[in-house]
Nanobody, 121 residues
Framework: VQLQASGGGLVQAGGSLRLSCVASGRTVSSYAMGWFRQAPGKEREFVAAIGWSGNTSYADSVKGRFTIFTISRDNAKNMMALQMNSLKPEDTAVYYC?????????????WGQGTLVTVSS
């Protein structure tokens, strides 16, 4: 499975971005998929995940704002997305998409390349 993330960029605080992750090489409709991020000088952290059936989970860091960070998937297009609204400077990071045949943990089976999100104050 190859994963291609896109959609990052520079946005002002309070703005929105939509990240996309397209899978190729295999149909991932039965896979769990998720997003991680790594801020400068910090470890990579889990952001959100979505199961094959559409059940979702979010990190505590965004859980309080889960209606602002929304993960979704389109199995027909073999892709998932992360809609991020009301962004804050602390959301600045490289965002990585991931997939796993079972569940998203800290070591998913497949990683995409990162896409940089920069939120200016």
């Amino acid at each position: 499975v190859q994963l291609q993330a896109s959609g990052g960029g520079l946005v002002q605080a309070g703005g929105s971005l939509r990240l996309s992750c397209v899978a190729s090489g295999r149909t991932v409709s039965s896979y769990a998929m998720g997003w991680f991020r790594q801020a400068p000088g910090k470890e990579r952290e889990f952001v959100a995940a979505i199961g094959w059936s559409g059940n979702t989970s979010y990190a505590d860091s965004v859980k309080g704002r889960f209606t602002i960070f929304t993960i979704s998937r389109d199995n027909a297009k073999n892709m998932m997305a992360l809609q991020m609204n009301s962004l804050k400077p602390e959301d600045t990071a490289v965002y990585y998409c991931a997939a796993d045949q079972r569940t998203i943990t800290t070591t998913p089976g497949y990683w995409g390349q990162g896409t940089l999100v920069t939120v200016s104050s």
